[in-house]
């Protein structure tokens, strides 16, 4: 008896509906195109895919030295960490081709407004996120990479909300800012 039990938990640990409790991220290995793996390349993929934990981040959008910062911008607030939901929902999103605008580049200056700090054992990357110009950049062991996520705009802003409820910076955001932003608002770089 004791054997059937031991075995039922790990068949359900297995496939994930052990008690409604989701399985931690690290056994939620998402599909990543090509097009996006070879953008982000592969030790930051990593970072990305498998993170120990993820911090949220409010920064002042322009750089300057402070001590405390992601990557060049001060940080002005904290958020929580990304619970497995929300961290699953934006993996989906950077890992989607889909969500981002390639052959264009904005008429818009990238200012930040907050970011987020994954953290894989004495590793890290940061992605941080510009939600007037919908645009994210990607830094990694100094490197930064920057494109355009205007078709992930709404889910991005919605998570934002999630993790600042109180920032009114995101609760006023409608979505006005995405036709600003639109693709024919680009040019080609």
């Known amino acids: 008896m004791q054997q059937l039990a031991v ?23 998402l599909p990543v195109s090509a097009k996006v793996q ?45 619970a497995d939901s929300a961290l699953l929902q934006f ?35 940061i992605v941080l996120l510009s939600m007037s110009c919908q645009q994210w950049v990607f830094v990694h062991k100094g490197e930064t990479k920057l494109e355009d996520f205007d078709p992930a705009y709404l889910p991005i802003l919605q998570l934002l909300q999630e993790l600042f409820p109180k920032e009114t910076r995101f609760r006023n955001l409608k979505s006005k800012e995405m036709n600003e932003n639109r693709p024919e608002n680009h040019s080609k770089p």
């Not at 264009?104 to 590793?123: D, I, M, N, Q």
């Open 7 to 29: 075995f039922i938990i790990m068949i359900s640990l297995s496939t994930g509906i052990c008690m409604g409790n989701e399985m931690p991220q690290a056994n939620n290995t």
């Open 38 to 82: 070879q953008f982000l390349g592969e030790s930051l993929l990593e970072i990305l895919q498998a993170p120990n934990h993820v911090e949220s981040y409010l920064v002042e959008p322009k750089k300057k030295e402070a001590p405390n910062r992601l990557h060049d911008f001060p940080i002005i607030g904290k958020g929580p960490r990304l």
């Open 91 to 125: 993996q989906t999103l950077v890992f989607d081709e889909k969500n981002y605008i390639w052959d264009y580049a904005k008429k818009c200056p990238f200012f930040p407004e907050s970011g987020l700090r994954f953290v894989k054992g004495k590793e890290e990357a």
